[in-house]
């Protein structure tokens, strides 16, 4: 289960365009440009989506927790405002109380692994211990379910300004505390443990990873990715396979996922790794392995522990999996077939 917090991509893009698109993934959307949706757009493309759509709405209904539930169009919501119609509306009224608060809207994603199939109730009771865990349970707030990826994942946007009080929650530290509780609901609900800010020992215990750096990188060398990219205007290959998503993705996540069902020897990993674009190599220095693209002048490679920092797929464990490494003789394919290829990442 990994928990993602959504930066507000555009200064004024408010509760109106992020619960139109979460609650069912209408033409306007959270990454849209404010210049090209407004907020009074977003509400208008969402109350007009209802209308046109009533037949694929499910009867709302208070579950035990006076939380509402309803599905529209398959999706399933949770909120507890007087109705998703007026959701955003009940936000923003609140959140202009509050003037100091320039940026009370708040947006997380808990996604689940592909392999796993969460019910409702599981999402919803998740999306309830996350909300508590960081001081949100009184604030205004909608969840949906969306099932159309591989990952099942649930949107949550949530009013940081408090509905009585008017206070705003500054969320401290917001990124722990998500890690944190996401390892608690896979104890509680038996998910498979997912890496992270902290991580389940031998015994059970939830406890916080030492010297543990995003993505296996350091923040210092991760910063000099960044100013490596800054000079030279081009993504590096660790960012276009940890930040560039497809579909939805990044490529790191379906090489993972298939690496993790789909490959029983070296040859299987080559001919994965070449459908990407790639070639898999030994380092010549620490003994581990190098994903590398290209040849020549325009050969560039990147450490494999830096892109897949979890044990699972370590050199030793997949050494214990497939056996001793064996090279690979498949050329990688120019027109890829997983992720948008990193040349053309370049342009």
Request: proline share 4%.
């Amino acid at each position: 289960m990994i928990p993602k917090i959504i930066p507000r991509p555009k200064k004024g893009t408010g509760f109106s365009s992020l619960v139109s698109y979460i609650a069912q993934k209408s033409p306007v959307q959270w990454d849209k440009p404010i210049e090209q949706a407004t907020a009074s757009e977003g509400f208008e493309a969402l109350t007009g989506y209802l209308k046109r759509h009533e037949e694929s709405i499910s009867p709302a209904y208070l579950d035990e927790f006076d939380h509402t539930r309803v599905d529209i169009n398959g999706i399933s919501i949770l909120h507890n405002c007087l109705s998703v119609e007026t959701a955003a509306r009940e936000m923003e009224a609140t959140a202009n109380v509050n003037v100091a608060c320039k940026d009370s809207v708040f947006h997380y994603v808990l996604s689940w692994q592909e392999n796993e199939t969460p019910s409702d109730a599981q999402v919803f009771d998740s999306v309830r211990f996350t909300l508590q865990s960081m001081g949100l349970q009184e604030h205004q707030f909608v969840a949906a379910i969306h099932r159309d990826t591989d990952n099942l994942h649930v949107h949550v946007a949530v009013n940081r300004v408090h509905p009585i009080t008017f206070r705003a929650n500054h969320l401290s530290y917001s990124i722990d505390t998500l890690h944190k509780a996401s390892r608690l609901l896979e104890i509680k609900h038996g998910f498979n443990h997912d890496n992270g800010l902290y991580t389940v020992n031998e015994n059970g215990y939830v406890l916080r990873q030492k010297d543990h750096h995003r993505n296996g990188l350091s923040s210092q060398a991760e910063h000099k990715v960044c100013l490596m990219e800054n000079k030279s205007g081009r993504p590096s290959l660790y960012h276009y396979l940890l930040k560039m998503h497809h579909e939805n993705r990044t490529v790191a996540d379906e090489l993972k996922s298939e690496m993790q069902f789909k490959t029983s020897s070296w040859r299987d990993v080559h001919a994965l790794f070449a459908r990407a674009g790639f070639s898999v190599s030994q380092s010549p220095h620490a003994g581990g392995l190098l994903i590398t693209h290209g040849a020549g002048d325009d050969q560039v490679s990147v450490c494999w522990r830096k892109i897949f920092p979890e044990y699972r797929f370590s050199y030793d464990a997949l050494i214990a999996r497939i056996g001793s490494f064996q090279p690979g003789n498949v050329e990688p394919y120019s027109v890829p077939e997983i992720g948008m290829g990193y040349s053309d990442s370049l342009s």
